[in-house]
DNA sequence: CGACCAATTGATTGTTATCAAGGGATGTGG
DNA sequence: CCACATCCCTTGATAACAATCAATTGGTCG
């Protein structure tokens, strides 16, 4: 049995909106697992009955067109929950991108638990309405933006969404590869590399490592964001 | 007071999960309110205390774009609702694309009711998952889509979603413009437009007025839409 | 009929994808 | 500890696609 009080995002979570006797039930639904980096835990078309919080880690969401070029549509951070409750097949390929810890439950038991419990329901409710925001946004960068225009969006919310779980002061450590950068900015391996080494040539950033990133000039990098 | 006994989309909006009382108190809080085409109803950055459920009519979600250019990053149909339930600022501008009817809430009063009534609350959930779903799959038309299929499956998708309110057996009558569907699909007019013409031009589609299609070769069309 | 607006068409430019090759880090086995 | 293989990233040359700039057409309404 899963033990929630030594959860670390026991107080993020949409776990947080139940309490003592709720959370005891809620945890002996749960199964604690650990996914490895580049596993993949749902796929595509698949009717997963499963619903999952993410303890630690991250995954991307990808949605793969019929020639194999592939979009990622979302990202899955610490908190943040995994899944289609009430009953529809999954329509993108849930995979970590690094190694990642999550609570699983089986949809037919959640979804009954979410029904009987408002206030978990509502929780997942906000999340969910803030998800959509994120990815209307996301929307406008995908349709309208030029490629130097996403990269520096990009780093931006990475390193706002990275602070919280990095808390390094000056840069953060990306989570994936140039190829993931390309899939989430709508743009090929090779122009992503080359709009990053035109912000380090000018000074905006740093990247003293294959994963790391060091923004020197925010207010730079906020005007090329478009 | 609204008559929600005569309301056309009495069995298919979040007010479908209401019975006899609950209807009664809910349709109390209404206000019935009719919006010309052109018309905006939020603007983006506002705090609108405002929730509406569409009976007639088409809407339109925009992000602009700090130089002006626009993404649509969704459309409302008769049925969907409006607005961002739980205090959050509107993230964009909604505008009515035809003369639309909608059912107006005050935000706080919603809240409480949705709140007391998790059957609302339930299907509130639902709808905003599925438009997750909906909005998450439009990424990868955007971030990863050529023209041709831009418009390919942008004209599938309003074959599809327009049948249900049209019923017109042969083809349907777009709601918008060219500058309208280039704004949803990421492109220019212009580059709309010839792709429309050659798709015309290849026998797939016949475009009888401006705004009227009809899909003469769904197979073709759906191959092109990748 | 003429004015106006939306859509189309044409010519050209610019950006990004594609194709191709060259670094540079990491890890393994000799 | 070094040679080598591998993987990922970068860089370069070229091509394709869509954006932009610029007219023109066509439909609608006073």
């Known amino acids: 049995m899963s033990n929630c009080q030594s959860c670390p995002v026991r107080g993020r979570a949409i776990c947080a909106s139940l309490d003592g006797d709720e959370l005891a039930a809620f945890s002996r639904m749960a199964r604690h697992q650990r996914v490895p980096a580049g596993h993949t835990l749902i796929w595509e078309g698949e009717d997963v009955p499963l619903i999952a919080n993410v303890i630690g880690g991250v995954l991307k969401l990808v949605v793969a067109a019929a020639d194999g070029r592939e979009q990622i549509v979302g990202l899955v951070f610490p908190s943040d929950f995994i899944g289609r409750p009430f009953g529809k097949e999954s ?112 000074g905006i950033v740093d990247l003293p490592s294959r994963r790391a990133v060091v923004i020197h000039d925010r207010d730079a990098m906020e005007r090329m964001a478009g």
Chains 1, 2 share one sequence.
Request: aromatic share 8%; charged share 30%.
């Open 91 to 202: 329509p993108y390929r849930v995979t970590a991108l690094t190694d990642a810890e999550v609570c699983i439950y089986n949809r037919n038991s959640f979804d009954a638990f979410a029904a009987a419990h408002p206030h978990l329901q509502h929780k997942l409710l906000r999340r969910t309405l803030d998800e959509l925001d994120r990815a209307r946004y996301w929307m406008l960068l995908l349709g309208r933006k030029s490629a130097s225009q996403k990269v520096a969006s990009f780093l931006l919310e990475m390193s706002d969404r990275l602070a919280r779980l990095d808390r390094k002061e000056a840069g953060f450590e990306l989570p994936f590869g140039r190829q993931q950068i390309a899939d989430i900015l709508g743009l090929t391996i090779e122009t992503t590399s080359r709009q990053l080494t035109r912000l380090r040539a000018d």
